[in-house]
DNA sequence: ATAGGGTTAG
């Protein structure tokens, strides 16, 4: 009894640390205890795993499988799930699934929990006939029953797969099925909604949600918010409507309290930024600021894209070193943000530096960035080195074919330009409306009027191809 | 211990 207590309390000590981060101070307690007679239990390495995969690594967290073994305990089912989910964190589905295979092998059986984990992990890395695959285990394997967990994850997969209609037929179909939807599970199908452009589908699940007895809450608010912002073009003026309509949902979610994080702040931000509508977007950061939310990696790439287009470059680098002072890493956006900032501001020489650096940190290939600066070159008139570097890429995309081809017709390169609009659409992929325009008008202008009426009926017929 | 919202380019 007295043992019992002691590991109860020597777990909440780690615990903390563990919180803390402080993963030398917890494995000192952990000996100490030994020391003194108190015995680690499952739950002390277990929290120990956790917090080896959350701020080390997945290795260093299972090697402490190994330490735990020799202490004469043995992982279990929670131990594991916390390897699966670190693994699906970082999309490694090779890793998830061997953890899964070795917990099996090892004759611990997964839970509903390990299944859940999983089928996320097939979802993110993109293979969702996989993810069903688990997805029917759940349901037919006799000693598991779904969570709505399992639902959200489910119907959450489906939509981030281009699957919307199929997620909400699941949708409809649990509800025929007497399953009360929860508010994750709301949010999680107008996500998708909104997501796939359906704003009116999604505004008919959100008076759903409000008819169930639910209250919409703050990440609902956030979603919606950005599909009105989103919706269609801002020269229809349906579009602006939305525009507005977003700026009004920002309002009344200030009013109602549900701005007490940054979520909101940078999505309206984010929007007025790319509108142009400097000064307001400046307003909201300094009064997002000033309530005292603390800035994130979000938030410091929302700034720093209002500094580049404020053209202020001193105040975007002292943001970075700050970032680097609070230990903070730059992801993808923020270099994305930075190397566009850079082409904006007319310095297209540091935008390729830039780029290069970002290669040769390995932070993987950033097309974004990449079609950024294809456009800067445009921009910048140099557009024999953008047409080498659009050779080099082996993956564009329908921004690096539309940007190209919008900036041949430009300089007059009209036949250029519609080589490469073709390969565009007979690789599969669309490509922006003024670009087709361009080129048609560009070659008719130019007297090209035959090739003019050849390139249309090619274009129609790649588009038939297409389907 | 798993699930939901925010930031980038034409």
Same mark, same amino acid.
């Given at each position: 009894m007295f043992c019992t207590l002691s590991t109860r309390l020597l777990n909440i000590c780690i615990a903390s640390f563990c919180k803390a981060r402080q993963l030398q101070k917890a494995e000192a307690v952990i000996i100490d205890g030994i020391r003194l007679g108190v015995l680690p239990d499952v739950v002390t390495y277990n929290t120990l795993v956790d917090a080896y995969c959350r701020f080390v690594g997945i290795d260093a967290a299972y090697s402490v499988l190994h330490r735990m073994r020799e202490a004469g305990i043995s992982p279990d089912v929670i131990t594991y799930n916390s390897l699966i989910a670190a693994a699906t964190r970082k999309c490694l589905i090779t890793r998830s699934l061997e953890f899964f295979n070795e917990m099996f092998q090892m004759g611990i059986p997964p839970d509903v929990w390990s299944y859940n984990i999983l089928m996320h992990c097939f979802f993110k890395s993109g293979q969702p006939e996989e993810a069903y695959g688990v997805f029917l285990d759940i349901i037919n394997l006799s000693n598991l029953s779904p969570s709505p967990a399992t639902f959200n994850i489910m119907i959450n997969g489906l939509c981030k797969n281009g699957c919307t209609h199929g997620a909400l037929k699941l949708f409809r179909?649990?509800?025929?099925? &007497?399953?009360?939807?929860?508010? *994750?599970? @709301? +949010?999680? /199908? %107008? =996500?998708?909604? !909104?997501?796939? $452009?359906? #704003?009116?589908?999604?505004m008919e699940i959100l008076e759903e949600l409000r008819e169930s007895g639910n209250m919409p809450n703050a990440v609902t608010y956030t979603?919606?918010?950005?599909?009105?912002?989103?919706?269609?073009?801002?020269?229809?003026?349906?579009?602006?409507?939305?525009?507005?309509?977003?700026?009004?949902?920002?309002?009344?979610?200030?009013?109602?309290?549900?701005?007490?994080?940054?979520?909101?702040?940078?999505?309206?931000?984010?929007?007025?930024?790319?509108?142009?509508?400097?000064?307001?977007?400046?307003?909201?950061?300094?009064?997002?600021?000033?309530? &005292?939310?603390?800035?994130?990696? *979000?938030? @410091? +790439?929302? /700034? %720093? =894209?209002?500094? !580049?287009?404020? $053209?202020? #470059?001193?105040?975007?680098?002292?943001?970075?070193?700050?970032?680097?002072?609070?230990?903070?890493?730059?992801d993808k956006y923020t270099h994305t943000i930075l190397i566009d900032g850079l082409c904006k501001a007319g310095n297209i020489e540091a935008a390729c530096r830039h780029l290069e650096y970002m290669n040769m940190m390995g932070s993987g290939s950033n097309l974004v960035a990449i079609n950024c600066v294809i456009d800067g070159l445009c921009k910048a008139g140099e557009i024999d080195k953008a047409m080498k570097m659009f050779k080099t890429i082996k993956l564009k995309d329908s921004f690096t074919y539309s940007s190209m081809v919008l900036n041949l017709c430009r300089a007059g390169r009209f036949h250029t330009a519609s080589k490469l609009l073709l390969s565009c659409l007979r690789g599969g992929m669309g490509i922006l409306r003024s670009a087709r325009k361009a080129v048609l008008d560009g070659l008719r202008s130019s007297g090209f009027t035959g090739e003019a009426r050849k390139l249309k009926s090619k274009i129609r017929l790649a588009q038939i191809l297409r389907y």
């Open positions: 179909y649990l509800q025929s099925l &007497g399953f009360v939807p929860h508010i *994750v599970t @709301y +949010n999680v /199908l %107008i =996500n998708g909604l !909104c997501k796939s $452009g359906w #704003l009116g589908k999604a979603t919606i918010m950005k599909c009105c912002f989103r919706s269609r073009s801002f020269r229809s003026r349906n579009g602006s409507r939305n525009y507005e309509r977003g700026l009004e949902i920002f309002s009344e979610m200030k009013s109602k309290g549900y701005t007490f994080d940054a979520f909101a702040y940078c999505t309206v931000v984010g929007a007025l930024v790319r509108r142009g509508r400097i000064e307001e977007a400046s307003d909201y950061m300094k009064q997002m600021m000033r309530k &005292g939310i603390a800035l994130d990696i *979000v938030s @410091y +790439n929302t /700034l %720093i =894209n209002l500094y !580049c287009r404020e $053209g202020n #470059l001193e105040a975007t680098y002292k943001l970075l070193d700050e970032m680097e002072e609070r230990g903070l890493e730059c």
